[in-house]
Nanobody, 121 residues
């Protein structure tokens, strides 16, 4: 399974961005799609995840109410809508896929290339 992420960029605080992640296929090994981020000098951290079938999202506390993850099964694509962005959201955002959900990035099987999100104050 290959993942292609896109949509990062530079935005002012309070602004919005939408990230996309297209998967080359949907299998049992990528049942769950997620987003992680890694800020400067920080460890990679869970942001949001969604199951292709059930569709119930999970979010990190830091993004609840501001970020929305969604999926388009017909396009094998997952989106991360990010609103009310703050400089603390600045990071490289990674799309990931795995057979099950976990907040720990280590078990996730597939990773896309990172996309930079920079929020200016």
């Amino acid at each position: 399974v290959q993942l292609q992420a896109s949509g990062g960029g530079l935005v002012q605080a309070g602004g919005s961005l939408r990230l996309s992640c297209a998967a080359s296929a949907r299998t049992a090994s990528n049942n769950v799609m997620g987003w992680f981020r890694q800020g400067p000098g920080k460890e990679r951290a869970f942001v949001a995840a969604i199951n292709w079938i059930v569709g119930t999202p999970s979010y990190a506390d830091s993004v609840k109410g501001r970020f929305t993850i969604s999926r388009d099964n017909a396009k094998n694509t997952v989106y991360l809508e990010m609103n009310t962005l703050t400089p603390e959201d600045t990071a490289v955002y990674y799309c990931a896929a795995n057979g099950y959900w976990t907040r720990n990035s280590v078990p996730w099987k597939y990773w896309g290339q990172g996309t930079q999100v920079t929020v200016s104050s």
